[in-house]
Nanobody
Framework: QVQLLESGGGLVQAGGSLRLSCAAS????????MGWFRQAPEKKREFVAA????????YYADSVKGRFTISRDNAKNTLYLQMNSLKPEDTAVYSC???????????????WGQGTQVTVSS
């Protein structure tokens, strides 16, 4: 079992930055692939970014490429999402996830956090 807890969300103006964290606890957390997903009101959950086990390979949705950076610190069992140049359309609940496959599909992830709200004002 793996438990995930996100933090770092909040309200920010367009063009601003936020850094999300996802603290992982449980069994062998550093053996999991990790990802960030988001869901805006009345929209489907969408992939944001993924990272492999050792953190040397990352993948991003086109909508965030060049603005967001996913990283992980396995010594601290923590996943991060640095979000720069935020836009109102980035407003959503952001959730981290852990799985045994390097994937951009939600169904490939086994464990999920509860999510943290990010609101970007124009």
């Amino acid at each position: 079992q793996v438990q995930l807890l996100e933090s770092g969300g909040g309200l920010v103006q367009a063009g601003g930055s936020l850094r999300l964290s996802c603290a992982a606890s449980g069994r062998a957390t550093n053996t999991y692939f990790m990802g960030w997903f988001r869901q805006a009101p009345e929209k489907k959950r969408e992939f944001v970014a993924a990272i492999n086990r050792i953190g040397d390979n990352t993948y991003y949705a086109d909508s965030v490429k060049g603005r967001f950076t996913i990283s992980r610190d396995n010594a601290k069992n923590t996943l991060y999402l640095q979000m720069n140049s935020l836009k109102p359309e980035d407003t959503a609940v952001y959730s981290c996830a852990a799985g045994t496959r390097y994937s951009l599909y939600a169904q490939d992830y086994d464990y999920w956090g509860q999510g943290t709200q990010v609101t970007v004002s124009s």
